[in-house]
Antibody, heavy 120, light 108 residues
């Protein structure tokens, strides 16, 4: 059974930093791309970032480029999202999602999500 | 960036009725269009990928159709557990992956 468990969220001041983790199990982590998607309170879904199965290809939405970094640790089967220079508009539930192979962005399994609140 | 517009914003129906949800893309996304269901406090669940392929474990009452810029999700006969918000998403032209604004299917 595929399981994705996010952690690392919480309250942070504007300009602060946070690192989200997503522990993956139930599938061969090194064979699939992974992605982060967020949802502001009461809002819709917004894609944030993705990383290829090898970790060598990374992708970001424009509003987080230069501030967020996606990475993965194959020894721990864990996906990360390092978030710096956080802004109020980054407040959201962040979901990690399993994608397909290569650039196949079919997001077939999602974690339960973790809340990030950026506020003073 | 491909903009996805979903309509209607809210659909009020009774159990047993047929639901038809629309998703229109600002440019062709070929057939690389997916549908997700989301219930309050839960993550999205993949229903349909690449226009018409049901994901693992999705009941046959859910079906998808369309091509190019116009897509439809049909729920043939609404069950009580189907009342939720539905999102479409394209993966043809990315980054960024984009989602529609959602359609809420509520009990009439």
């Amino acid at each position: 059974e595929v399981q994705l468990l996010e952690s690392g969220g919480g309250l942070v001041q504007p300009g602060g930093s946070l690192r989200l983790s997503c522990a993956a199990s139930g599938f061969t982590f090194s064979s699939y791309a992974m992605s982060w998607v967020r949802q502001a309170p009461g809002g819709g879904l917004e894609w944030v970032s993705a990383v290829g199965e090898s970790g060598g290809s990374t992708y970001y939405r424009d509003s987080v480029k230069g501030r967020f970094t996606i990475s993965r640790d194959y020894s721990k089967n864990t996906l990360y999202l390092e978030m710096n220079s956080l802004r109020g508009e980054d407040t959201a539930v962040y979901y990690c999602a399993k994608a397909g192979r290569g650039t196949n962005m079919i997001l077939d399994y999602w974690g339960q999500g973790i809340l990030v609140t950026v506020s003073s | 960036e491909v903009v996805l517009t979903q309509s209607p914003a809210t659909l009020s129906l009774s159990p047993g009725e047929r639901a038809t949800l629309s998703c229109r893309a600002s440019q062709s996304v070929n057939n690389y269009l997916a549908w997700f269901q989301q219930k309050p406090g839960q993550p999205p669940r993949l229903l349909i990928y690449d226009t018409s392929n049901r994901a693992t474990g999705i009941p046959a009452r859910f079906s998808g159709s369309g091509s190019g810029t116009d897509f439809t999700l049909t729920i043939s006969s609404l069950e009580p557990e189907d009342f939720a918000v539905y999102y479409c998403q394209q993966r043809f032209s990315w980054p960024p992956l984009t989602f529609g604004g959602g359609t809420k299917v509520e009990i009439k």
